[in-house]
């Protein structure tokens, strides 16, 4: 899974009546110009063999219709399969978004979280000599599914930074009523509860057979 940074945007302007723009310095116009200047930030700034994205997902401003105000605020994330490309993304928003308010006369502020996502990933030696094979066995299949990296991130990766690690995904979604097939953050999402169990019986599994793997190597050493 990939590390992410989340960040908040607040472009300040010269607020006034909306009927007197040139009175005022629009702070709206200028993030919008920033909004639409962060789309090329992935197709036009890293390699296409590179993985990034780049999404706002808030966009605030304003309380009347005939006022242009003083002051919009952005909120957005970032996301990377690397932490060298999550910071260089990281690099290029600012430098994005202080000459997009520059151009419109707009002071701006940057505020990063404090501390961003490391990436998941999962450790190869415990993920093949241990977890594949417990995993498979709960497989309706029979064997465990590899999937392609996904841009969701997750804090179980500070974990995985300090300690091997496998993260595993159950998988939901029957499709039946209520509909549990909707993605993650969809409005209509609902959680698929009989999978519940199976997970139970995953984590259940890891601790046995992990404690009898360290049992057998305590004995043996």
Do not use: W
Not at 5 to 21: D, K, N, S, Y
Not at 58 to 67: H, P, R, S
Not at 114 to 141: C, I, Q, R, W
Request: contains cysteine; proline residues 6%; charged residues 15%.
């Amino acid at each position: 899974m990939a590390a992410a940074e989340r960040f908040e945007i607040l472009v300040t302007g010269v607020g006034g009546h909306a009927a007197m723009p040139h009175l005022t310095v629009d702070p709206i116009v200028a993030a919008s110009s920033i909004v639409m200047n962060l789309q090329t930030l992935v197709s036009r700034t890293l390699s296409p063999l590179e993985s990034g994205v780049c999404s706002i997902t808030k966009f605030d401003a304003g309380d009347a219709f005939n006022v242009i105000p003083a002051s919009a605020l952005l909120r957005g994330t970032i996301r990377a399969l690397s932490k060298k490309t999550l910071l260089t993304l990281r690099e290029k928003v600012e430098h994005v978004v202080t000459t997009t308010a520059g151009v419109h006369g707009c002071k701006v502020t940057i505020t990063y979280s404090p501390a961003y996502y490391p990436p998941t990933v999962n450790d190869a030696d415990l993920f093949h000599e241990f977890s594949k094979g417990v995993g498979a066995m709960l497989s309706d299949s029979g064997e465990l599914l590899d999937i392609e990296p996904t841009m969701g991130a997750e804090d179980f990766g500070f974990v995985a930074e300090q300690i091997p690690s496998t993260f595993f995904l159950l998988g939901q979604g029957s499709g039946i009523e209520p509909p549990t097939n909707y993605g993650l953050h969809h409005p209509s999402f609902a959680l698929d509860e009989s999978i519940l169990p199976r997970g139970v019986e995953l984590h259940v599994n890891l601790a046995l057979r992990s404690l009898k793997k360290l049992g057998e190597s305590n004995t043996t050493s």
